[in-house]
């Protein structure tokens, strides 16, 4: 089954990136660290209704959490210590985002997109506990929620969104990328 989801789409960006002058003089944890400032900017905007700042923290924090990484592989910044202070800020950037909709949405609802959001993580990386690989296959993954939010943004400036509608949407999807992330653990697990 072919990956759902936007996350492969981090390598386009890539190349994009590539072009910034002194990349390689960036330090990867400093960007991931970096990436939880447009994470709150793109939360308290959701919740005041700032959509125009809201839709600049959501792109600012995918181009911060797809550049840490690029830097790290890429230019030999690489270590162990990167790769746990790469998710933390990850993780707390979503929070941060999510926690926004709780003044768009019902609280019920925003809750459970939190919750699920986590689930989803957690479910990625499972694998690696029993010696599998991580799994971002699903339409409902940090880069693919972003995006639906990014979006949904968007089109609240000219239109008024049912947030509540729009969070019973990523309820759905994440439990699909969950039961999809789920499905490819114990798979690749079982034929090794």
Not at 113 to 140: E, H, K, M, R, Y
Not at 144 to 151: K, M, P, Q, S
């Amino acid at each position: 089954m072919p990956d759902l989801g936007l996350y492969q789409g981090k390598y386009a960006l890539r190349r994009i990136l590539d072009r910034i002058p002194g990349i390689a003089r960036f330090r990867p944890n400093a960007v991931s660290l970096a990436s939880l400032i447009p994470s709150a900017l793109a939360g308290i905007s959701i919740a005041m209704g700032w959509w125009p700042l809201a839709i600049l923290g959501i792109a600012g924090r995918m181009v911060l959490t797809t550049l840490d990484g690029h830097i790290a592989e890429n230019y030999g910044k690489k270590t162990r210590i990167g790769g746990y202070v790469n998710r933390v800020p990850a993780e707390l950037g979503d929070v941060l985002i999510l926690l926004g909709l709780w003044t768009r949405a019902d609280p019920v609802w925003a809750t459970l997109v939190i919750a699920g959001a986590w689930l989803v993580n957690v479910f990625g990386v499972l694998g690696l506990v029993a010696g599998g690989s991580t799994q971002s296959v699903g339409p409902a993954g940090q880069t693919d929620r972003l995006a639906i939010l990014l979006v949904t943004c968007g089109i609240a400036i000219f239109f008024p969104v049912d947030w509540t509608v729009v969070c019973q949407i990523l309820v759905a999807l994440i439990l699909l990328t969950v039961v999809l992330r789920v499905r490819r653990s114990v798979r690749e697990l079982a034929r090794m």
